[in-house]
């Protein structure tokens, strides 16, 4: 089955710490984006990459860093820098031929 | 003014009922639009494309004004699986292929 897949679902992390949260697509697309979702709130851009080894901050990428390695893989790595963590991230993808992205389960971080 | 501005709701309708949201966007040189879907703690998933002639899937029809800036989704016969919240989303006009998403509007279909 072709998809987005997002690992993993639920994440627990100690303030201070950095994590790096998995997005691996097999649908053969270019581009891939990372949103952070909040309870209330719309999707907000973090990152997103056109092409492998390249990308471009989104609306609010303090605080994170992505790498564009392989064109199946796109990471997001929260750091200690980011203040206020705890969110639900979404990872998508772009059908460049209907401008449609497709979005992975999501991981939902939680900063204790 | 934000981008893309929706209703938030709640609506709250009996199985059966037609309901309509509405969705207005600011930026003239967005070129795609698109009606998501979002059911509570998971992932928003494409309900349907909406063309400037308007479309048509089942019971859902989505209907676009680019002089004004408007799009619309309307949903006939509720059924209670429709519950959800619904996302209108534009792209940037940019090229870069990025979107942007209104906060959503909640339906819940009761009995």
């Known amino acids: 089955d072709g998809g987005i897949t997002q690992s993993p679902k639920y994440l627990f992390r100690k303030e201070g710490q950095n994590v790096t949260l998995s997005c691996e697509q097999n649908?053969?697309?270019?581009?891939m984006y990372w949103y952070r979702q909040d309870p209330g709130q719309g999707l907000r851009l973090i990152y997103y990459?056109?092409?492998?080894?390249?990308?471009q901050k989104g609306d609010i990428a303090e605080g994170y860093s992505v790498s564009r390695e392989k064109k199946e893989s796109f990471p997001l790595t929260v750091t200690s820098a980011q203040k206020n963590p705890t969110a639900f991230y979404l990872c998508?993808?772009?059908?460049?031929?209907?401008?449609?992205?497709?979005f992975g389960p999501g991981t939902r971080l939680t900063v204790l | 003014r934000k981008e893309v501005e929706q209703d938030p709701g709640p609506f709250n309708v009996p199985e059966g009922a037609t309901v309509a949201f509405n969705c207005t966007y600011s930026n003239s040189a967005s070129q795609s639009f698109f009606w998501y879907r979002q059911d509570c703690r998971k992932e928003p998933k494409l309900l349907m494309s909406v063309y400037s002639s308007g479309n048509e899937d089942g019971r859902f029809t989505a209907q676009l004004n680019r002089a004004s800036q408007y799009i619309s989704l309307l949903i006939r016969d509720s059924k209670l699986s429709d519950s959800a919240t619904y996302l209108c989303?534009?792209?940037?006009?940019?090229?870069?292929?990025?979107?942007?998403f209104g906060t959503g509007t909640r339906l819940l279909v009761s009995p």
């Open positions: 998508a993808s772009t059908d460049t031929f209907t401008d449609t992205q497709y």
């Open positions: 989303v534009v792209n940037d006009g940019t090229g870069f292929q990025k979107l942007v």
């Open positions: 649908l053969n697309h270019d581009a």
């Open positions: 990459s056109q092409i492998v080894n390249d990308f």
